[in-house]
C-alpha cells in the first residue's frame, strides 16, 4: 500500500462542501509527500503546508460546529474580518494550502499518465517543473523561483521517488502508479472544489511571496 492510499480523501458530496474535520485529517499525512522527494531544498515548501494546516486547525478547533465546513470558515471570517478578508485567518492559510496540493495533483497526475524527459528519462525533474510552473511559480518572487531551481537538481530519479511512495518496498512501477491514479481521484475533486470555492467567494488573492 502507497503512502497515499493510506490517507485517502473522502469523496466530495453533490453541494460540494467539504467537512473540515475529515479534510484536516486526511491533508494532515501529505506534508510526509515532500520527504519522498529526497532532498532538504523541498523542506520550506513542507513546512509552508505545515504551517497552514496548523492555522485551519486552530480555528476549526475554536467552534467545531460553527465552522463544520472549509465553506462555513471562509463565510465566518469574511464576516469577522471585513476589509481584511480574504487576507487574514484561515482563509488566508487555505488559499496557500491548496496552492500546495495543487503542486502534488499536477505532479502525481504528470508522473501517472506517464510524463518523460526524453533527453533524462530516469528523472522527474520534468514532473516537478510542470507542478511547480502551474501551480506556485506566479505567486512567488524570483528569490524564491531560484531556490526551487536549485531544488530540482536535489530531485530524485523516477524509481526512487516511486518506491519511496511505496513506503520503500519493491513495487511494479505500474502497481505504485495505478495507486497514484486511485488516490487521485478524490483527490482532485477535493482540490478542484476549494479552487472553485475560491473563485465562486472572490477570495482569491495574487500577490508574491
Known amino acids: ?17 467539504i467537512d473540515t474535520k475529515g479534510f484536516l485529517e486526511s491533508v494532515s499525512h501529505l506534508p510526509s509527500f515532500f520527504d519522498c522527494l529526497g532532498s532538504k531544498v523541498f523542506a520550506p515548501i513542507k513546512a509552508d503546508i505545515n504551517g497552514n494546516i496548523t492555522k485551519i486547525k486552530a480555528v476549526y478547533d475554536s ?13 465566518a471570517e469574511k464576516s469577522i474580518h471585513g ?17 500546495g496540493l495543487r503542486f502534488i495533483q ?6 501517472a499518465d506517464g510524463e518523460r524527459d526524453d533527453n533524462n528519462p530516469i528523472l522527474i525533474r520534468i514532473n516537478i517543473t510542470k507542478a ?11 528569490i524564491v523561483q531560484k531556490v526551487f531551481k536549485a531544488a530540482l537538481f536535489a530531485a530524485p530519479c523516477r ?17 505504485c502508479l495505478s495507486k497514484v491514479r486511485q488516490f487521485l481521484i478524490n ?11 475560491y473563485y ?3 477570495a482569491e488573492l495574487d500577490y508574491q511571496v
Do not use: C
Request: hydrophobic share 45%; net charge negative; glycine share 2%.
Open 200 to 202: 465562486t467567494m472572490n
Open 132 to 142: 511547480y510552473d502551474q501551480a506556485l511559480k506566479s505567486y512567488h518572487g524570483w
Open 159 to 175: 524509481s526512487d521517488f516511486l518506491k519511496a511512495l511505496s513506503k520503500n518496498q519493491e513495487v511494479a512501477e505500474e502497481d
Open 106 to 111: 499536477i505532479l502525481l497526475e504528470s508522473l
Open 83 to 99: 476589509s481584511e478578508w480574504p487576507k487574514a485567518g484561515a482563509t488566508l492559510a487555505l488559499m496557500w494550502l491548496k496552492r
Open 63 to 75: 467552534d467545531p460546529v460553527k465552522f463544520e465546513t472549509l465553506q462555513q470558515i471562509l463565510l
Open 1 to 17: 500500500m502507497t503512502l497515499l492510499l493510506d490517507n485517502q480523501f473522502p469523496p466530495i458530496p453533490e453541494n460540494k462542501e
Open 187 to 197: 483527490f482532485t475533486a477535493t482540490v478542484d472544489a476549494i479552487y472553485e470555492m
